[in-house]
């Protein structure tokens, strides 16, 4: 038996809510279902209570109350099946057929039902009392898939409250989730789908897919049958033949039916339903214009040009939405292709869908909110009897849900695959991609069009990624000592802060600036240098434009810092250009240390120039002093248009990352057993993606590779050239009494 406290998908929050508070409202059952702004929770109780709190994944999700009673006879999840008696009733009218007292003995049954479908169900799982939501457990009980019934997973159960949470949030728009392969979540979205449109009046609902013939698959495949499997009492009469091609529509609704109205005639039953289910074709356009209840967009991951799922999601959007209510949701759900195959689109959605940020509006910049769930946690064969991931290897063997015996865990056979597919990075990327154990494994991109060894890279990312409590990078921001400027420099940690450090010098080693007259020269220079990628323009065309940004880097040292280690990460663009030049300034007054930056947009250099600073302006480190024009001795910096400078740069990126990043296999420069030490993934990505032929939107890349060379400048200085002009002197022997000359 595995640990009852394993499930780490979700943590619960104690102590939110004041419990006289909690107590009062359960009492009365004041709590209403939806986004409550006070305790900033969703309420996804529709029986009036509180019970306990989930933050998943930075979303703050109310349960119901646990009740007294719940069953205990089974101990974990057990389908329960429709009775014999009613199997032979297929629809409202076979039901409307029967005598009094048949209905009398089934309507308490039919009546629970329809309550769990909407308040959920309780049950005991491995002695532990657990909440699913109606959706889930229509889902579980109802919902006939490839293999049958659907097992129970907690993977699962957190997916639905998480689902739940979003429908309940009127500032929401929906779910993106980055999934695995074989998640389930076709399924999932098929079935609420249906579980939508059989209990709505006057409503659509509708599907996407990557292309159009996947959208009707899913329909015709998933969809309908989940639909026609249904039981009687939840299943509405539908127009047309019993399985559509195109769409499903319902137009005599499932009436819940009680005990006031068993009895009723047909007219009851005869007020239409009027909802469609329907699949469109996969294009920007899909949809635009009609009003959704609910919108599934399943493998929105695989979207590739020219379709553009970005472009799609601001019409479909639209669809979901009457001015500012939000009158529909969007279930959203893939794995990623590679970056250049819609890859790079759906991540950019994904991570435009954080719930940690919001705009003035309370609203994520998608509208929507993400869910990753890693692979361990869902992957089929290694989910025991109770739904629980099987993560490490166990003792003894365990029960899995298929009744199989699992005696492996899930991360070995993870890692194995992982292991016979080194010497292969595109396979390798693809598994990554299919089976990911956390976001950076979902976009991994090929290796085909690197320029750099994506091997070491995704490393060292992986590292960093397991690096969350032992390695801690601060967030913050600089700020000139009361305000007062070109005096010493503060480092202030803030959230909100743009600039991320891994390593802050100690006090007398800050803010070491030599001054002479009114110039400023770098006490540092002996420990690193930045590199920076700036930005003349403060305002851009429709909002866009590239970043700056600024690395800092340390060289070999015998003091107290980091050798060879990227310490500092910039890369934001403040609302104007000038407050991104005072905080570069700041950052280098602060460590000490010189800046080469990029001479083609040269307000920084004059920034530097004007405010005294022109010693840390580091000169083109490719050339003699000599050598440098006029503005080049006025301002120092380096171009970016000369080739040899793009070849230079490259090739000094390309040798840190195969000096100190990743693992050294070789043991050409430390233990073949010890990890890199750049601890910036955002660059590590940037590098990944790196185009030489197109640099303008690497700023991180081109940043980083500026400090490496600016650390390297000896490296790149023009060699003596050896005089042509040969000078013979006399030679003597000095043999004897006398010299004598040697001719």
């Known amino acids: 038996m595995q640990k009852k406290d394993q499930n780490r998908l979700h943590q619960v929050v104690q102590e939110l809510v004041p419990k006289t508070v909690v107590t009062t409202k359960n009492k009365a059952k004041s709590w209403d279902y939806g986004y409550n702004e006070k305790y900033d929770i969703v309420v996804i109780s529709k029986d009036g209570t509180l019970g306990e709190i989930y933050d998943i994944q930075g979303l703050k999700v109310g349960l119901p109350k646990q009740p007294k009673e719940i069953n205990t006879k089974f101990n974990k999840w057990q389908i329960k099946e429709l009775p014999k008696e009613l199997k032979n009733i297929k629809t409202i009218f076979d039901w409307q057929k029967r005598d009094n007292n048949f209905k009398s003995k089934w309507v308490d049954y039919i009546e629970r039902e329809f309550d769990k479908r909407e308040y959920g169900e309780w049950f005991t799982n491995n002695g532990e009392p657990t909440y699913i939501t109606g959706t889930h457990y229509m889902y579980l009980n109802w919902t006939k898939i490839d293999v049958g019934k659907p097992d129970f997973r907690e993977s699962n159960r957190i997916f639905y409250l998480f689902w739940e949470a979003c429908k309940a949030d009127k500032r929401s728009f929906g779910m993106c989730y980055l999934k695995n392969r074989r998640s389930g979540f076709s399924f999932m979205s098929s079935c609420e789908a249906v579980n939508q449109g059989t209990i709505t009046r006057d409503a659509r609902v509708g599907i996407l897919s990557k292309t159009g013939s996947d959208a009707k698959k899913m329909f015709t495949d998933k969809v309908v049958p989940i639909s026609n499997n249904y039981p009687f009492f939840f299943k509405p009469i539908q127009d047309g033949m019993d399985k559509p091609k195109t769409e499903l529509a319902y137009r005599v609704p499932a009436s819940k039916i009680t005990k006031k109205n068993m009895d009723k005639k047909d007219e009851l039953f005869m007020d239409g339903l009027d909802t469609v289910l329907d699949w469109k074709n996969t294009s920007d356009n899909s949809y635009d214009g009609e009003k959704l209840l609910l919108l599934i967009h399943d493998e929105s991951g695989k979207w590739d040009k020219p379709e553009n799922i970005l472009n799609n999601w601001r019409v479909t959007k639209t669809c979901l939405r009457l001015g500012s209510k939000i009158v529909g949701k969007c279930m959203m759900g893939s794995t990623s292709n590679a970056l250049d195959k819609g890859g790079e689109n759906f991540k950019k959605l994904f991570y435009d869908s954080d719930v940690t940020k919001r705009n003035a509006n309370g609203q994520t910049k998608s509208g929507l909110y993400s869910l990753f769930i890693p692979m361990e946690y869902n992957f089929e064969g290694y989910i025991d009897e109770y739904g629980h991931a099987v993560l490490e290897t166990p003792d003894e063997s365990l029960v899995g849900a298929d009744g199989e015996m699992i005696n492996v865990g899930v991360v070995d056979y993870w890692q194995n695959e992982v292991d016979s597919l080194k010497t292969d990075a595109d396979a390798l990327n693809e598994f990554y991609r299919q089976f990911p154990r956390t976001e950076s494994h979902a976009f991994r991109d090929e290796s085909k069009q690197s320029l750099f060894n994506l091997t070491k890279i995704y490393q060292q990312i992986d590292y960093n990624d397991s690096l969350i409590n032992q390695r801690f990078l601060t967030r913050g921001k600089f700020m000139w000592k009361d305000g007062i400027k070109d005096t010493k420099v503060v480092w202030i940690p803030e ?123 580091i000169n083109r480190p490719d050339k003699s002093k000599m050598s440098l024009s006029k503005t080049e001795k006025e301002l120092g910096g380096i171009p970016n248009s000369s080739e040899a400078v793009k070849q230079a740069h490259a090739a000094a990126v390309e040798s840190y990352i195969e000096k100190y990043v990743g693992l050294d296999l070789d043991s050409v420069y430390r233990d073949p057993d010890e990890m890199g030490s750049m601890y910036f993934s955002r660059t590590l990505e940037d590098w990944a993606k790196f185009n030489i032929n197109n640099r303008t939107k690497y700023d991180a890349t081109i940043s980083s590779g500026l400090a490496i060379m600016a650390n390297q400048k000896g490296l790149y200085h023009t060699p003596k050239k050896e005089s042509k002009i040969s000078i013979n002197f006399a030679r003597y022997n000095n043999k004897g009494a006398l010299s004598t000359i040697i001719k």
């Not at 400023?520 to 866009?544: A, K, M, Q, R, W």
């Not at 990227?566 to 280098?588: D, G, K, S």
């Not at 000490?592 to 930056?597: A, C, K, N, S």
């Open 495 to 617: 959230k909100s802060g743009r600039f991320l450090v891994s390593w802050i010098p100690k006090p007398e080693m800050q803010n070491r600036v030599i001054t002479k007259g009114n110039s400023f020269y770098p006490g540092n220079e002996h420990l690193g240098s930045f590199g920076c990628d700036s930005y003349d323009i403060s305002g851009t065309v429709g909002g866009f434009g590239s970043n700056g940004a600024l690395h800092g880097l340390t060289k070999f040292n015998m003091d107290e810092a980091p050798s060879n280690e990227f310490f500092l990460e910039y890369v934001a663009r403040p609302q104007t250009a000038e407050i991104f030049f005072e905080e570069v300034l700041m950052a280098c007054v602060f460590y000490g240390m010189p800046i080469l930056i990029e001479n083609n947009k040269p307000r920084l250099l004059y920034h530097l120039k004007n405010r005294g600073y022109r010693a840390f302006s």
